[in-house]
């Protein structure tokens, strides 16, 4: 990512994070959040991003304009353009972590297997058909709930598993961005007839910078309604803490 | 609401509208929205606020700019600007409803007593400290829940109740967006030490136009951590449908 000063930025879309055509939203919210919190001069806190076109490998500029800096948070607006179209228009604040303080968890990571389980192996045929993107995170799906990949779907809207990215990359607030749009639709769990779900909107709340090593994820949807639907996300850390909320409002397009 | 050309409308923040000296925030955000939809043309689907600073009584502008206007959908942000600065940062998809297709639930709406219940009838003393917004909206909370006014906390971040504009008027996609920020802070059944909850970001996702009569709501915050919190909302119609879900990040000051 290369400033271009008064708020602009220049970015590339690389072919590494292509799903079947067009560019993985999360890793597109993700470059537009650099360029915003180098701009805020903070981490993202709350980032949402709504989409406007398809980004494709190749060049983009992200254009950011901080609405207002204050003390604790600032909040950024921008706009990522290819080719001479705006194809993500992002609203972001942007603030450093505050003091532990009371605290309330009605919740837990997803049980999964151990990391490193022999369960998590793909068969080959698998894992040829994978985007590109699988070249850069390496997700591994709870297996009870994986079965879709190859026609078993468990019926309901969920996915759990593993995330970390290729050569165990430190995740940091940014890449949060892109780890919450990194699992497959949980409605591929469904008899739905579906073939790809396009995100309208994607927020994402990071709620803490993750410690090393991989993460645990559960993504799921509850209503399916009008062609609309939503699907939430919670991603923990390996010290059992929630680091990040997510909604995304997605299209469910006629079969 | 007054369009003064090129984007920009004049409104007024009423102070029926107030809690305890600042507009509440679910109330500037439709605000917004009927600008920004009147630009866009079309009815919110989905709208994120991030709010940068009180609003009081007295006139406000709204700033709308359309970033894009496509055939299904146009996104517009929009800031709310009072006194000279700007209070709310807005961005937004609006769109209208698609025909009903393939359609999954999995929930319900809340189990509350009928409306009309004489159970829901508030202690003098309770009405009398009630925020002048409750003169505009009518709310009847599930009385397990709502022991927290009077100082009998449940002990989970839970609130349920019936919603209704008062004069029962009709409650369309903007009116939700009000909705969604109008209960008080599940929080308040839990013990601690606060007093509010400045909302820093408010999304909320329109599933669809509500049919007459009284909503039915689902208030709950799962995750308090180094002093952030999430509030998710869930808004059912008369009919059983699913009108609104709504997800906030909301601050907890200190105590």
């Not at 309604?225 to 469910?252: H, K, N, P, Y």
Request: glycine share 10%; net charge negative.
């Amino acid at each position: 990512m290369t400033p271009l000063g008064d708020g602009r930025y220049a970015a590339t879309i690389h072919p590494d994070w292509d799903i079947f055509g067009a560019a993985n939203g999360g890793y597109v919210l993700a470059i537009a959040g650099r360029a915003m919190a180098d701009a805020a001069g903070r981490p993202p806190v709350t980032v949402t991003g709504h989409y406007l076109a398809p980004t494709t490998e190749g060049d983009v500029t992200v254009d950011t304009h901080v609405v207002r800096s204050g003390r604790r948070f600032a909040t950024v607006n921008a706009t990522v353009n290819q080719n001479g179209r705006d194809v993500l228009a992002v609203l972001g604040t942007f603030g450093d972590r505050d003091e532990p303080g009371f605290s309330y968890i009605d919740g837990h990571p997803p049980e999964l297997p151990p990391f490193d389980d022999p369960v998590f192996a793909d068969s080959p045929d698998v894992a040829a058909e994978r985007p590109n993107i699988f070249n850069n995170i390496e997700t591994r799906m709870e297996p009870h709930l994986s079965g879709f990949r190859v026609g078993i779907k468990s019926g309901e809207a969920l996915l759990t598993g593993w995330l970390q990215l290729r050569h165990e990359e430190p995740i940091d607030a940014i890449a949060l961005l892109l780890c919450a749009d990194a699992f497959p639709p949980p409605i591929f769990n469904l008899d739905a007839p579906v073939a790809w779900v396009p995100t309208v909107e994607l927020t994402v709340h990071v709620r803490g910078v993750p410690a090393p090593g991989p993460l645990r994820c559960r993504f799921a949807t509850r209503f399916i309604s009008d062609g609309l639907l939503e699907e939430d996300g919670e991603i923990w850390d390996t010290a059992d803490r929630l680091v990040c909320q997510s909604r995304q409002l997605a299209l469910l397009p006629r079969g």
